[in-house]
């Protein structure tokens, strides 16, 4: 059942949560994901059998939780999973991070490390608002960011177009974790599909070649896109799960 947590400046964060043994397991959404994808459900499941502590939550502005997904930026997301690790777990956590779920993820290993047991990443987008949607940008959509504070652009997952803001685009330059170390002293698995169109496999290349951690491996999987959604990708989540958690201790 959906509860909620009141979290930083008044925002309600929505979530799921099952008891179990630790360390437990915390699934972090994608851009304009919710709680209620394939991914997040079948983690759910996968902890359940196994008496594993699980938590799945929204984001603001995402799913059930309060706040408009355009006010939002990469800063705002990242506090909310903080807000939701202390407040509603307790002890070392393994986080599997979805897409932007990867980049929040990194920034709390970077933030919290004390709290991680290790992280499981699957398509890991970080910095994408810099070197995905500004890189990407023509000279004219950069000046309609700037001067309108917003662009349109065209989803591949609805109808209804991505607004990018001028916000998410100068908040995300306040927390890139490709520029700067990045420690990651736990068992870590990056998974990633060579067909993926929104995240390039060379993404997880550069990532795995910054990370800082002794027991740190990239699986890439061919023919796999973005979604990463199929039974056997699931299955090879679960495998991650079950090496990382394994060498946690």
């Given amino acids: 059942m959906t509860q909620f947590l009141e979290g930083p400046q008044g925002r309600r964060i929505a979530y799921n949560r099952i008891e179990g043994q630790g360390p437990g ?23 359940r059998a196994r008496g594993r502590a699980f938590l799945r939550f929204d984001y603001s502005g995402h799913g059930e939780s309060s706040g408009m997904f355009e006010e939002g930026a990469i800063g705002d997301w990242f506090a909310d999973a903080m807000a939701a690790i202390r407040g509603l777990t307790e002890g070392r ?17 970077r933030t919290m490390p004390e709290r991680l047991a290790g992280l499981v990443t699957v398509a890991a987008a970080p910095d994408f608002t810099e070197r995905g949607y500004w890189v990407g940008f023509s000279a004219a959509e950069r000046a309609a960011l700037l001067e309108r504070g917003r662009v349109e652009q065209p989803s591949d997952y609805g109808d209804a177009p991505y607004v990018i803001t001028r916000r998410l685009i100068e ?42 951690g002794e027991d740190m491996r ?19 989540i679960g495998d991650a799960l079950d090496e990382v958690l394994a060498r946690a201790g």
């Fill in 25 to 47: 397991v915390v699934f972090l959404g994608g851009f304009r994901s919710d709680m209620q994808g394939t991914k997040a459900l079948w983690l759910e499941d996968w902890a």
């Fill in 93 to 109: 956590q393994v986080l599997v991070g979805s897409s932007m779920g990867g980049w929040i993820g990194l920034l709390l290993a």
């Fill in 171 to 212: 908040d995300g330059r306040d927390h890139l974790v490709l520029d700067q170390p990045l420690p990651l002293p736990f068992p870590v698995r990056f998974l990633q599909g060579t067909e993926d169109a929104d995240v390039p496999m060379s993404w997880a290349l550069d990532l795995l070649a910054h990370g800082k």
């Fill in 218 to 236: 990239l699986v890439l999987v061919k023919g796999a896109d973005h979604r990463f959604s199929t039974p056997d990708c699931l299955a090879l």
